[in-house]
């Protein structure tokens, strides 16, 4: 685990079935999310009613995106089991980022995998790809 990182913020366990956070709630109050231990299903929704679920093993960072741009959120995110999380509100995410080349990476990678993964889902739903072929 890397312990260096999870500091600005607070330990929580989750039970199955709880809910982190809904989508399009608003954007004070936003909380970011290192998953330590469990599984986590997150549910990203388009305007036009298309969906998508990515679950998020641990070592994951979300909940990042609608902080950072203060908007309301476009992704909901579930405990599937019994988690382990850190979360961090954006000061102390920032705080901790700065000090955790590690975090920062974490974070970087996480995004650029959930946006690869979105950019083919839909791409391929809306025939701006086709499917890799």
Excluded: H
Excluded at 59 to 68: N, Q
């Amino acid at each position: 685990m890397k312990e260096n990182f999870l500091q600005y913020g607070e330990r929580i366990q989750m039970e199955a079935g709880r809910r982190l956070f809904g989508s399009d709630e608003p954007a004070e109050g936003k909380c970011i999310y290192f998953l330590i231990a469990g599984l986590v299903k997150t549910e990203f929704s388009l305007g036009s009613g298309s969906r998508f679920t990515l679950y998020l093993l641990p070592d994951s960072v979300f909940g990042l995106m609608e902080p950072l741009l203060s908007c309301r959120r476009q992704l909901g995110a579930y405990c599937m089991e019994k988690s382990l999380l850190y979360r961090w509100d954006l000061e102390g995410f920032d705080l901790a980022s700065s000090v955790s080349w590690e975090l920062a990476l974490t974070a970087i990678t996480g995004l650029t995998r959930m946006l690869r993964i979105l950019n083919a889902e839909f791409g391929e739903r809306i025939g701006l790809t086709n499917g890799g072929a």
